[in-house]
């Protein structure tokens, strides 16, 4: 049975028995489990095996952004390896994109959601002027989002202050996975767009991904029972 809860813990560690060891702490009926650039660099394709065997749905965050036939084959490896969610740079653009969701469509019976990232949500208005777009975070990611959208990807990574603006626009099964996730009192951190998990639920977020709020908390257990217990989910 797939996991009743919308969270999605980000098991942010320098090393593959680090993040086992939080795994193993942790209920695959109450989270997810998402594994980045930092997990993945040190463990490789490994710690996938590891984490499906621990009963874990998997979101690869490797942010993928290159040409099209590369990402392509890339999403396509991550799909063969059975993990949950995927995603890629919705500024890769259109033919990236294309190139991607066809590339899952060719597999046989395939599961795997494709995401594309619109703006980090570590990035605010400055950030983005100092790379030369001249638009309001809410407006680049309303832009990037309607072409993942229109270019087949399944949803998207934005903060959850664009949820409502984007389910209204783009629909309520287009899947909103928001980071940037702050139960009231966190620290921030290096993020800037953030909002609690209630919030984002009723803002129209489908899945909430959480990392320092959880892990570097003293009862990561804790934490995490309490913002699901707020969203109305008792494990
Ligand atoms: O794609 C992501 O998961 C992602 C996109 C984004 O815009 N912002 C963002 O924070 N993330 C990831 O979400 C996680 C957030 O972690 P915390 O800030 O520790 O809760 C990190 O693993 C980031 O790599």
């Known amino acids: 049975m797939s996991c009743q809860s919308p969270i999605v813990v980000a098991l942010d560690y320098p090393t593959m028995a680090q993040s086992i060891e939080m795994a193993k702490r942790l209920d695959p009926n109450q989270c997810r489990v998402k594994v980045g650039k930092e997990l993945y660099t040190t463990a490789g394709p490994a710690i996938l095996d590891s984490l499906h065997a ?5 979101f690869l965050d490797l942010k993928f952004h290159d040409i099209p036939n590369t990402v392509a084959n890339a999403v396509s490896v991550a799909a063969k390896a059975g993990v949950w969610m995927v995603n890629v740079h919705a500024s890769g653009g259109r033919r990236m994109m294309e190139a991607s969701a066809n590339a899952l469509q060719q597999l046989p019976n395939n599961n795997t959601l494709l995401i594309a990232v619109t703006v980090l949500t570590s990035m605010d208005q400055s950030d983005l002027v100092e790379v030369g777009i001249d638009a309001t975070p809410e407006q680049h990611v309303k832009r990037l989002a309607a072409l993942a959208k229109s270019s087949g990807m399944d949803g998207v990574v934005c903060s959850a202050q664009e949820s409502k603006m984007l389910s209204t626009e783009l629909g309520k099964d287009f899947v909103l996975v928001t980071p940037g996730i702050r139960p009231t009192g966190s620290d921030q951190g290096d ?22 709020p959880i892990t570097q908390a003293a009862d990561p257990i804790a934490v995490l029972t309490q913002a699901n217990a707020d969203l109305g989910i008792l494990i």
Request: no cysteine.
């Open 54 to 58: 621990l009963g874990f749905e998997v």
């Open 191 to 212: 993020q800037k767009r953030i909002m609690t998990p209630t919030d984002a639920m009723a803002a129209g977020s489908h899945y909430l991904v959480m990392g320092r």
